[in-house]
Each structure stands twice: as structure tokens, then as C-alpha cells.
């Protein structure tokens, strides 16, 4: 949850890091977060600040009516990906303060000392890289967060994070049927406000039932598929994120 308590027990971490040995006090820590704990987007500027505090007020500003938080409180992070005359476009991610202090304080207790924190489909998109022009579409499933995003040479077109969780009691519910309606309208997004096709899509966290997600995919929509994948092992809804920081500080 964006707003509400993450780690309903904490002290079942605490006990796990115990368990992994003395904290490596003089290395930084990088934390892989669930997609929905934060709130990410791509805002538009004609004109961007070049001090911090006011790029800062700015983007709290333009978030303000759209997080589930307050968010002159919260922690943002944000990259520029664009920068032209007349035209800034940033990739910004806020987190409220009460639930990063959940996750870090996790880490800090026990003598870990935390530096980089990153939502999990950020992470991933290092196992996304391609040299092939055109739209790549990631679907990205953590239990009942389904994560979509538009990439194109490493820049970021879209980005979404939704809550499935109520075609987790329909039995009758295939990945095709939850998953299906939120790629055609990624598809027309891209066709309509991008002005291009979607190239390709990756598979992130969707186990056994990728290959019947990826065939109704090639059937629907024409597009050829991929599972995400990594040099260090397969990509599961429990690890994409932390293989993709491998893959990172790997290189």
C-alpha cells in the first residue's frame, strides 16, 4: 500500500537478517520495493527550475491531487529524461515518509546502512535493454500488482501500476482475461498519444502462465513475446527487481 502499513511483521525480517550474518557496515544497501508501496508518473514542463528546492516544489505541486499521501511529507526521487526548449519531460517517484522508514528502518536496526531504495519494476528494466527501434511493453505481475510499461530506447513512455487483486477469487479468470483488457489499452495508448506500434512484449512474474498470456498476445495483438530473463537465473515475482540491480552493478 502507498498509505498504509507495508510489513505487518517486521520482526519476522529482523530475525531473517539476523539470521544472514553481521551487517556489512560499510557498504550500502540497496532495497527492492513492491511497484504499489510508491506512486511513479511522467510529467510534462515547459519550463524546470535549476534549483533543487524549487524542482522539488514544483513536482510535489503537480503530484498533489493525484498520491494517496500527503505528499509534502513524502520523499521524491526524479530523472530528467527529455530536455528540449520549450519541453522537460521527468520521471519522478514519491514514496510516503511513514512507509520508506517501514522498509528502511528494517535495515538500520540491524546495522545495515541503506543507500540506494528503488520500486522493483525500475530495477527490472535493466533486464529490458534492446537495441531494436520501437516500443517494448513490459507486464510486470507481483501478486495481485500488475505493473505496465512503454519503453523506447531507454526512456520511459508510460508507466502504470493497478491493483488485480479482485480476479484473484474468480477461478474462472485466466491471465489472458485479468491481464488482456489493461495490454489493449497499452496498446492503443501507444498507437494513439505515441504514434507508434508496440514492438515487443516482455513477461515479468507470471510463472507457468506465461506462455498462455504470450500466445493470446501474438493472437490479439500480433505481437511477439519474451520472458524477462537474467544471466543470473530466471526472473520470478519475487526477484526481478533484485536480478536487474544484479545485472546493473554487474556490468
Do not use: W
Amino acid at each position: 500500500s502507498p498509505a498504509a502499513p507495508n510489513l505487518l511483521k517486521p520482526q519476522l525480517y529482523r530475525e531473517a537478517l539476523l539470521r544472514a550474518g553481521a551487517a556489512p557496515r560499510k557498504t550500502a544497501t540497496a532495497l527492492v520495493i513492491p511497484d504499489y508501496a510508491v506512486r511513479m508518473a511522467i510529467l510534462d514542463f515547459e519550463e524546470f527550475p535549476s534549483g533543487e528546492q524549487e524542482r522539488e516544489a514544483l513536482l510535489r505541486f503537480r503530484l498533489r491531487k493525484t498520491v494517496p499521501f500527503h505528499i509534502d511529507e513524502a520523499k521524491l526521487s526524479y530523472a530528467i529524461q527529455v530536455e528540449q526548449s520549450q519541453r522537460i519531460e521527468v520521471l519522478v517517484v514519491a514514496i510516503a515518509k511513514p512507509i520508506l522508514d517501514e522498509y528502511e528502518g528494517i535495515f538500520t536496526a540491524a546495522g545495515y546502512r541503506v543507500g540506494l531504495v528503488t520500486p522493483s519494476c525500475l530495477a527490472t528494466l535493466r533486464l529490458c535493454v534492446n537495441a531494436e527501434p520501437g516500443l517494448t511493453l513490459l507486464a510486470k505481475m507481483a501478486g495481485s500488482t500488475l505493473s505496465v510499461l512503454l519503453l523506447e530506447s531507454g526512456r520511459l513512455r508510460l508507466i502504470r501500476c493497478l491493483d488485480l487483486a479482485g480476479h484473484e477469487d474468480d477461478a474462472q479468470a485466466g491471465e489472458e482475461q485479468a491481464v488482456g483488457p489493461v495490454l489493449h489499452q497499452t496498446i492503443a495508448y501507444a498507437e494513439d498519444q505515441i504514434n507508434q506500434p508496440v514492438g515487443r512484449l516482455l513477461l515479468s512474474g507470471f510463472g507457468h502462465e506465461t506462455d498462455v498470456l504470450g500466445r493470446f498476445a501474438e493472437r490479439e495483438f500480433g505481437l511477439s513475446y519474451a520472458p524477462v530473463r537474467s544471466r543470473f537465473g530466471p526472473a520470478s515475482q519475487e526477484n526481478a527487481g533484485l536480478l536487474g540491480l544484479l545485472e546493473q552493478y554487474a556490468a
